[in-house]
């Protein structure tokens, strides 16, 4: 995780071990592939409040890497905070 997702963490006032916990049911709602064996994947947790996690998945070293965590803007997203308007 990034020491940046982790700050995102705490201003949201979501523990480390809840975050864990959500991220065991999270649903993958955007995959872009960034370059061969790279992609960017954008999660939708179930929390107090809805996040979004955006993920680079590194196929070629076996990796997962938190980039950022955020709550989404209602405005931007469905209603559900699955498809981008």
Known sequence: MSEHAFDKLRLIDCLFSEFSAACEAAEVIE???VSDGLKEVVL??????PLHVVVIVDEVHQEDRVVTVYEPEPARWSTDFRRRR
């Open 44 to 49: 939708t947790l179930a929390w107090r409040r």
């Open 31 to 33: 995959e872009t592939v």
